[in-house]
């Protein structure tokens, strides 16, 4: 999760420097985001289909961001390959196994 752990530290930074009304918005999406990915992996909806596993996507509603995941049903674990500014207007460049 190097990766996407730099996205998550740069958008966190961004997002508490530039949106005084609500600093610790993003971090608190991310972390229900993740709650939810790690209780119920199968709650998002399918992004694409690999030979081992899965990625999926979840959004994360008002700070606009998509949490790209692969989800493994075998090993029953979750890795998280991007966190993604939804209006970019680009997809990430996901880092996969």
Do not use: C
Not at 53 to 62: C, D, K, Y
């Amino acid at each position: 999760m190097p990766h996407a752990a730099l996205e998550i530290e740069q958008a966190r930074t961004w997002w508490s420097e530039n949106r005084p009304a609500a600093p610790g918005l993003f971090t608190s999406e991310l972390l229900e985001a993740v709650r939810q990915m790690t209780h119920a992996p199968r709650s998002f909806p399918p992004y694409k289909a690999r030979m081992k596993g899965e990625i999926r996507r979840a959004l994360m509603p008002v700070a606009r961001y998509h949490v790209y995941y692969e989800y493994d049903a075998g090993a029953a674990r979750i890795r998280i390959l991007s966190v993604w500014n939804a209006v970019r207007g680009r997809r990430p460049a996901l880092r996969v196994r």
